[in-house]
């Protein structure tokens, strides 16, 4: 599978940053719509990620869209971003997030990061972690990306993908 390039902020096929998330909240609200729920839709430029950022506020409907383990709100994003690019006629960086989910997934894959780094350190052993999608292996690769004594490799291909961690 090929890899999505990075989406700039800036101008590109005649669309304006404010034009893309324009899009991206209309695209979104309509696929809301289409499941059947409700959410306060934000939609924000996050320059840190160089992505649009699509935050989903719902006081009743929190639990299904993010659903077991993300998988409702990572889906939501693979649709987002294909709907997008459709739309848009080039990639765009979209990242979902319901309520404080992104944040706390982080807290949580950075804490398990941590976790193997050490049990890499201390035994020598390489540390792999499966199940992860690519996001995922992103956050925990620049979270361990300040510790020189660890490094971090993703291997195997598609679904099969897994990240090790290894002492230097």
């Not at 950022?53 to 383990?69: C, D």
């Not at 979902?96 to 350190?121: F, S, T, Y």
């Not at 510790?147 to 090790?164: M, P």
């Amino acid at each position: 599978m090929a890899a999505i390039p990075n989406f700039r902020l800036g101008r590109a096929n005649g669309f304006m940053a404010k034009d893309k998330t324009k899009i991206v909240k209309e695209t979104a609200g309509k696929l809301l719509e289409l499941m059947g729920t409700v959410a306060e839709i934000e939609v924000v430029e996050d320059k840190e990620n160089e992505a649009i950022l699509v935050n989903l506020n719902s006081a009743e409907e929190t639990g299904l869209l993010i659903g077991r383990y993300g998988e409702t709100v990572l889906s939501l994003q693979t649709i987002l971003v294909l709907i997008v690019k459709q739309k848009l006629g080039e990639w765009a960086r979209v990242l979902v997030n319901v309520g404080d989910w992104r944040e706390k997934e982080k807290i949580h894959l950075e804490e398990l990061a941590a976790q193997a780094a050490a049990r890499a350190k201390e035994t020598g052993e390489p540390q792999s972690l499966y199940n992860l999608s690519a996001s995922q292996r992103r956050i925990i690769h620049l979270f361990l990306a300040e510790d020189a004594q660890i490094k971090t490799e993703s291997e195997g291909e598609d679904k099969e993908r897994f990240l090790v961690i290894r002492k230097v």
